[in-house]
């Protein structure tokens, strides 16, 4: 009987202390899960972005801190309210259809929404929402972007500020362009005339065995080679032809010139829609377009065929008059991603972004080049 009580109370005391290991596993494992608890608690609460849950009708079903802090409002009366109710300036309908849209979409929709005027330092919120497994709520993250739409709206003044800029810059070039080729014209033109008509009465009262003979035919000469510069540069700087019959007549004898000077590259010109009277910007703008191009392919392509086409096309649908210009060329190429320093392409880039264009270019190695532009007609 005495040994049977012993063993009994071995077991009894065995029993106790599993007992107590198990209640101190229990109890590691409780204060583990309510530090993980206060642990995601504190991340919820205390993230970078508000976080809500919202059911089907728009009415907020939970909140973190930080999303109450956006809302400005204690998170208790944020409860059950509808979320539209907590903005004064909430387009009600878009935001409907958003929340409707999100209780039909399986996948994370996104919008941006105004809500406050520009003066209120919360005045654009982002929201990204996904819909339950069983439809009967939407997790929806918030956060403020109303400094980013202040930064997205200053650099688009920026930039339509740099594009006046470049548009006036681009004036002044030509208007001293024109300034120069009347002069060069206007000036010179007379005194090589001059000079040109004096050695011609030379030549006419002296003997043609005099020294002076070969003196007043070289200085012709010279006056003839003179005249042939000084037109290329008035060629250059203000195609005559643009002022007077408009851009295809001018473009026409740009290839005319290119080709006598380049006669190893095919250049072929096709022109199409009315293109007669664009106005001066847009004709000086493709004139330079082209010219540049033209340079280019002469520098760099190795090309032994180019051909350069402009068009005035309408799209439909807005109704509205473009623009387009197509330079190809089937010379070596090049790889666009790699890094240039020449301006040839980056002139012509700022010429399109002044006149609100677009250009693309496409090449490869051994592929020849192909520049796209399309600029859009002003009325």
Known sequence: MN???????????????????????????????EESRNRYADLYDHAPVGYLTLDSSGNILSINLTGAALLRKARPFLIGKAFTDCFLDIDHQ????????????????????????????????????????DKNMCRM?????????????????????????MKELFRIQEKERRRLARELHDEMGQLLTGIRAESEVILNIVDK???????????????????????????????????????????????????????????ELKLQGELAILGEQYNITLFRLIQEALNNIYKH??????????????????????????????????????????????GMRERVIAMD??????????????IDIRLPMKA
Request: hydrophobic fraction near 35%; include cysteine; charge should be negative.
């Open 301 to 346: 392509a190795e090309a032994t065929w180019a051909q350069i086409s402009l068009s005035r096309e309408t799209i439909d649908n807005p109704s509205t008059d473009f623009l387009h210009l197509k330079i190809e060329d089937n010379g070596k190429g090049y790889d666009t991603n790699q890094q240039f320093t020449g301006l040839g392409l980056v």
């Open 94 to 133: 878009i935001f409907n259809q958003y929340l409707q849209e999100v209780f039909n979409s399986s996948s994370k929709t996104t919008i941006d929404l105004k809500i406050g005027d520009t003066s209120d330092p919360l005045c654009f919120i982002r929201l990204e929402s996904t819909v339950s497994s």
């Open 209 to 267: 065995d005099s020294n002076v003979f070969p003196s007043a035919e070289a200085i012709k000469g010279s006056t003839e080679k003179m005249h042939h510069v000084i037109r290329t540069m008035l060629h250059r700087l203000r195609p005559l032809l643009l002022d007077t019959l408009g851009l295809p007549d001018a473009l026409s004898e740009l290839k005319k010139q290119w080709c006598s000077r380049h006669s190893q590259i095919t250049l």
């Open 3 to 33: 040994q049977r009580n012993k063993y009994r109370r071995l077991d009894d005391y065995e029993m106790h202390n599993k007992v107590e290991l198990l209640a101190g596993q229990l109890h590691h494992q409780q204060l583990e899960l």
């Open 141 to 165: 993250m918030m956060s403020d972007i109303s400094q980013l739409r202040k930064m997205i709206n200053l650099n688009r003044d920026l930039l339509n500020e740099n594009r006046q800029l």
């Open 357 to 370: 264009g677009r250009m693309t270019v496409r090449s490869a190695p051994n592929e020849g080049t192909e």
